[in-house]
């Protein structure tokens, strides 16, 4: 708190008792008490012109005086005079006059000090004296910290970066700072005076009436307005607007702190229209992803249908093939023919089972492409799958004096459930390539297990040789339909790049899979894995041996030393509406001395099977009136029927299907057929298939003359 208090008086004695008014000592403290305040600072002047000087300087510094006490007679300068100069300086400095008499009146001195003037006359009473004095500065104390304080909150208000304003109750602008001002493009100034409806349309002037409404009503709330510039221009803002009180507690007008959203609200739109086109480009992905999905159904089913169309055409090239193949076959085991003749049969016939081969390859990729290829399951002999394949390649290899070597590895599982003819296949066009690109050297068939979990084992097969190789850019496709390491080796070794991509595709539906390692000149490694069902019994391990080619009686084809016409006395019935089939099989038939009796359809074999009993049935499965399965289930009908009469009857029925593609080997036997003979068949199938039935029948013939009772399993109707 400032306490400085001046005193002018020209008697000097008065001085002193000024001092002892004012600048009281703590000793003569009454109850002993130490004072909480500094006491009052007085400095006395025995003239008014020094007392002004000492003003005055102290002014210049920057020291505020809050208080002067002037004698109002004094010989160089009176105090009314001395108290107009420094008011004159300082316009809030407190003056009291000390008057003897009322030379000049109360008014006179009013008019002349503006208001805030002290007069006590003498005799004073020094008590009051001291409480006005003290009462005064405590006054102008406070006044100085309002002020500071009114001051701070001005200069929020002005430097805030919102824009800040007053209204009265109509709206008129009482207060606005200097962002407010700048937001709209207008100065300080020029803001005096305004209104808050010369910033709005006349849309927003109901709006803002209603607002001050309620804001008389005392709500505080927040809102979004347009509010227009000087320019003319709009600018968006968050307005939030609270009620003021005057000191009486009546409604004073509205405080508002504008914000400016133009920019948020741009970038709020903007994100808006990007968030619109977004969703409008999810629209057009979510179209265009739904069309090519559709397109690539419509391929899907495009490419099945091709697929299935490829089937059926291989299937119908198949069925003529097999009637060239197989009177080709026949005419050339015929010994009547001249040297040449047979010359040009073989070269026919080969020229036949390439071309056999390639549709095989068709349908086969048609199947897997199609999805109707299917894996089966049955128990086999693995060594002897591998064993045999390699046999078949002996010869070939052999006369190129290529030594072919297979090997188990120890702890090869034995006897597996799979799909033996799938592997074969696999093998069988790993071998022929080996065997196809080899000219000297080795080739090595390798087998052992990968992996063993419970139920399952992971078979490992390798396949090298020391042929031709792939080169390194030609690897990555070749497992490719149609792909071909180079396309000249198509003229040197004829093929048609199918090979090795259903060699893929069969692997992996065989839970495996398969890659190569080549080099150019030095030869190659084919590799793939399939996973096999372990045996449910106890498992039997493959002999760790080497077979080689060069052992003897490893041949592959035995010669034509079989006796040929072990079959003369069954009776056979033949079943069969294609004409050409028909004097093919029976041709064949006569080959091994066999007569048969020919049905072209199902019916026509009821026909005859009432008139005449049979040892075996050829049955075709597609036939026009009734086909095979239909044929089938009529006669199992009627033997089930003999047998209720205690005659026990069951003639073996093999099933001649060319039509490969519906998973025909189960389907046939479930129709109650024995056997499958796959068309086109060669006359070596027909021979293993007759010598099964003949064996069956010839134990069964044994037994009969034993006297025993036939057992299920080799049940026969030709009794
Ligand atoms: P194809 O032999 O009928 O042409 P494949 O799919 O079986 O079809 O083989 C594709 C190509 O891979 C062959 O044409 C050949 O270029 C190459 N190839 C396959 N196996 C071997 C191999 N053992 N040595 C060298 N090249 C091979």
């Not at 910290?145 to 970066?161: D, I, K, M, P």
């Not at 075709?620 to 399965?629: A, I, K, S, T, V």
Request: with cysteine; net charge negative.
């Amino acid at each position: 708190m400032n306490k400085r208090m001046l005193i002018a008086d020209d008697d000097v004695q008065l001085l002193e008792y000024y001092r002892n008014i004012f600048e009281q000592d703590d000793s003569l403290d009454f109850f002993g008490k130490k004072r909480a305040e500094a006491p009052i600072a007085v400095h006395t002047f025995p003239d008014g012109a020094q007392l002004v000087d000492f003003f005055l300087s102290e002014h210049r510094r920057g020291e505020r005086i809050p208080l002067c006490l002037l004698d109002m007679r004094m010989t160089n300068v009176d105090g009314l005079t001395a108290a107009e100069t420094i008011r004159a300086a300082d316009p809030e400095v407190m003056i009291i006059i000390i008057t003897a008499y009322t030379d000049v009146s109360p008014s006179e001195m009013r008019k002349r000090l503006q208001d805030d003037i002290y007069y006590v006359k003498k005799p004073f009473n020094e008590d009051e004296l001291y409480s006005l004095v003290t009462s005064l500065l405590k006054n102008w104390n406070i006044r100085q910290a309002l002020r500071e304080s009114e001051g701070n909150y001005r200069r929020v208000l002005e430097q805030s970066n919102e824009g800040i304003l007053t209204v009265d109750f109509q709206g008129n602008i009482t207060f606005a700072n200097a962002t407010f001002a700048t937001m709209f493009g207008y100065d300080l100034e020029s803001i005096r005076g305004r209104s808050l409806f010369d910033f709005v349309d006349d849309a927003n002037a109901n709006r803002i009436r209603e607002r001050i409404a309620r804001r008389i009503q005392g709500i505080s709330e927040r809102y979004e307005l347009e509010l227009i510039r000087k320019d003319g221009g709009t600018v968006s803002t968050m307005l939030s607007a609270s009620p003021m009180y005057a000191g009486n507690g009546s409604f004073s007008g509205s405080f508002c702190v504008i914000t400016d959203i133009s920019e948020s609200k741009r970038a709020f739109e903007f994100l808006r229209k990007a968030k619109e086109e977004t969703e409008c480009a999810n629209q057009r992905l979510q179209k265009s992803m739904e069309e090519s999905l559709k397109l690539a159904l419509k391929a899907e089913s495009a490419n099945k249908a091709k697929s299935e169309f490829l089937a059926n055409m291989s299937h119908e090239i198949r069925t003529p093939l097999n009637g060239i193949l197989g009177f080709l076959e026949l005419l050339h085991k015929d010994g009547r023919l001249t040297l040449q003749q047979q010359k040009y049969i073989a070269t026919a016939l080969a020229s036949g089972d390439t071309l056999l081969h390639l549709i095989n390859d068709i349908l086969d990729l048609s199947k897997i492409e199609a999805g109707k290829m299917e894996i089966s399951v049955t128990e086999f002999d693995l060594p002897d799958l591998v064993n045999k394949v390699t046999e078949f390649f002996t010869t070939q290899a052999h006369r190129k004096g290529i030594q072919l070597t297979c090997h188990f590895a120890e702890g090869t599982p034995a006897i597996l459930r799979g799909d033996p003819v799938r592997l074969r296949q696999v093998l069988v066009n790993l071998l022929g390539n080996a065997v196809k690109f080899t000219e000297k050297g080795e080739i090595s068939v390798r087998v052992s297990q990968d992996e063993e979990a419970e139920q399952t084992s992971l078979l490992r097969f390798e396949v090298q040789d020391t042929g031709i190789g792939i080169a390194q850019d030609a690897l990555p496709s070749i497992f490719k339909a149609f792909a071909q390491a180079d396309g000249s080796t198509t003229r040197r070794y004829g093929g048609t790049g199918l090979g090795l991509a259903i060699a893929g595709q069969l692997v992996q539906m065989m839970g495996g899979g398969i890659d190569v390692e080549s080099a150019p000149g030095k030869g190659s490694i084919f590799r793939f894995t399939v996973r096999l069902q372990k045996r449910r019994s106890p498992s039997i391990t493959a002999e760790p041996r080497v077979r080689s080619s060069l052992e003897p009686g490893n041949g592959a084809f035995r010669g034509e030393e079989q006796e040929q016409k072990p079959f003369a006395a069954l009776r056979i019935l033949l079943v069969e509406d294609n004409p050409v089939n028909q004097a093919l099989t029976t041709a064949m038939l006569a080959y091994f001395g066999c007569r048969a009796d020919m049905a072209d359809n199902g019916l026509e074999a009821l026909e005859k099977l009432d008139q005449k009993r049979y040892d075996l049935i050829l049955m075709d499965c597609q036939m026009p009136e009734m086909d095979g399965y239909e044929a089938t289930a009529v006669i199992r009908e009627k033997e089930a029927e003999s047998r209720r009469q205690g005659e026990e009857r069951h003639v073996p029925i093999v099933a001649l299907t060319a039509h490969a593609l519906d998973g025909d080997r189960d389907v046939c036997l479930m129709a109650g057929m024995d056997d499958y003979l796959s068309k086109p068949f060669k006359i070596e199938e027909l021979r293993s298939i007759l010598s099964r039935w003949l064996i069956r029948l010839e134990v069964h013939a044994e037994e009969e003359e034993a006297g025993r009772v036939e057992t299920p399993s080799c049940r026969s109707a030709n009794t």
